[in-house]
């Protein structure tokens, strides 16, 4: 598109990859449920009219998937490239024969494609693979015609037909003024009934950050974080330990607390950013990615980055999960005002009742997941496998009901919908409202100790080493007393 090329750098190849299920050698050989009839029905086709019918594989697998060469397109791309002729950059066609089938082996180690999710299943890295060109040197008309009848050759020998199951479009693109790269796939799924499912994946990603000065700045931020994780796994975590022993607790204690878990959760999630982004993201320079995707010498082709652009947009998901962590210990640091801390103690005291609960109805919104599934999975995508089905169940939660069900069955859908809505909404909370009340009366009548005050030595004894305090009270004792 002008607008794409206008403000994006298009580098290296536009691929277009297939994954073609067998031809049936009979008529039933994948036949799941209606063998019979279709048997049947061929036997009355044999009259002549030539309206026999066969079954297709369902779905894409080690057994179904095609993997034999199209001769004719091999034949024809081969002619095809023969003829081209002028500079490396002026040659639109890739160097990926389209009628032979490479094995998802050699697409990961060669181009780096990997597995890629779509509505309906995810798809691994084989199938016939055609590259063009998003750049040369002599853009013209001629062009597009080749693209075109290329496709034509390639859907009349059956390239693309009625037993392709997916038809992937890859391409990279790098912006100058964000300074970011994207790895865009476009899926069109066809399942066996015809319908055309289009999907997309956009991945935004840096493949080294380690240049800019900004990136510099980010890189030492990351230091000091890795070092305050030291810090905590050190200094903080024996503090802790050493204050449970002080409470003729286990020291261990302090790891199954919240303080623990969240201590815990923060130093990982920062030693596996700080070494992901190290390992990952360090070598090599930006120069080369560029040359390697570009591919000027014809030398791999089309080159993905999918993965890559994967593990950048999930580190950031584990700083992510850090901020979550850290909010969670804040909350321990809010028990010091007494209304906190009761709540708190209301909080851990309801849970016990929670769990109970939740261990009784758990069963029945698996089976009510289960049968969803069972019912619907074979008519609505939303109910197609169990984690649709549960996300599903939640929007029900909310009274948000998919028409397709009253569509596919008015009395069943009526009555999970009410069911469901009326045990969740009504009588779950309800219950719930109910543990925590009762929780918060036992601690209110349980902890009678007054609330503590809090002056500026104990402030400065709470938030500093001691060794600071000491030093501060030793050089300043005149303005230590003043300030208490």
Request: aromatic share 14%; charged share 20%.
């Amino acid at each position: 598109s002008p607008i794409l090329q206008t403000y994006n750098q298009l580098l290296g190849y536009f691929s277009i990859r297939v994954q073609n299920v067998k031809e049936p050698t009979t008529s039933t050989e994948f036949c799941v449920n209606n063998a019979k009839l279709v048997a049947d029905f061929n036997a009355l086709a044999d009259d002549g009219n030539n309206l026999s019918i066969s079954c297709f594989p369902r779905s894409l697998n080690d057994a179904t998937q095609r993997t034999e060469s199209y001769p004719e397109i091999s034949s024809y791309w081969r002619n095809q490239t023969m003829q081209s002729q002028g500079d490396s950059l002026a040659v639109v066609r890739g160097l990926s024969e389209p009628g032979v089938f490479r094995s998802k082996e050699l697409n990961r180690e060669r181009h780096g494609i990997g597995n890629i999710d779509g509505l309906i299943a995810t798809y691994d890295a084989s199938g016939y693979s055609v590259d063009y060109r998003m750049t040369v040197s002599d853009p013209d008309e001629h062009i597009r015609i080749q693209y075109r009848s290329d496709l034509q050759v390639f859907r009349d020998a059956g390239w693309i037909g009625p037993t392709t199951r997916v038809v992937i479009m890859s391409f990279t693109t790098y912006n100058y003024d964000y300074d970011l790269w994207t790895s865009s796939d476009f899926l069109f799924e066809i399942p066996p009934d015809g319908d055309l499912m289009p999907s997309f994946s956009v991945k935004p990603f840096k493949p080294r950050i380690y240049e800019t000065r900004d990136e510099l700045t980010f890189t030492y931020i990351d230091y000091v974080r890795l070092a305050i994780a030291i810090y905590i796994l050190i200094f903080v975590g024996w503090a802790e330990r050493q204050h449970k022993v002080r409470n003729h607790k286990a020291g261990f204690y302090y790891h199954i607390s919240l303080s623990g878990i969240t201590d815990l959760g923060l130093v990982i999630c920062i030693f596996m950013t700080v070494v992901w982004r190290t390992v990952v993201f360090h070598d090599p320079t930006t120069a080369r990615y560029i040359e390697m995707a570009d591919d000027q010498d014809r030398v791999n082709g089309f080159r993905s980055f999918r993965q890559l652009a994967w593990e950048y947009n999930t580190v950031f998901i584990l700083d992510g999960i850090v901020m979550v962590f850290l909010m969670y210990r804040m909350i321990t640091f809010f028990r010091l005002s007494h209304t906190i801390y009761l709540q708190w103690k209301a909080i851990g005291q309801a849970l016990k009742a929670f769990i109970f609960f939740t261990l009784i109805f758990v069963p029945a919104i698996a089976g009510f997941i289960v049968v969803s599934t069972a019912l619907f999975g074979k008519y609505i995508l939303g109910f197609s496998s169990l984690m649709r089905t549960s996300v599903s169940t939640f929007k029900l939660t909310h009274g948000d009901l998919n028409p397709q069900i009253l569509d596919r069955d008015v009395v069943v859908g009526v009555i999970s919908a009410m069911a469901l809505y009326l045990l969740l909404t009504f009588f779950l909370m309800n219950v719930f409202i109910t543990i925590f009340v009762d929780a918060y009366y036992v601690i209110r009548l349980t902890c009678t100790q007054p609330a503590e005050k809090w002056n500026g030595q104990r402030i400065r004894s709470w938030a500093l080493p001691g060794v600071c305090v000491s030093m501060f009270q030793a050089v300043w004792p005149s303005q230590a007393e003043g300030r208490d």
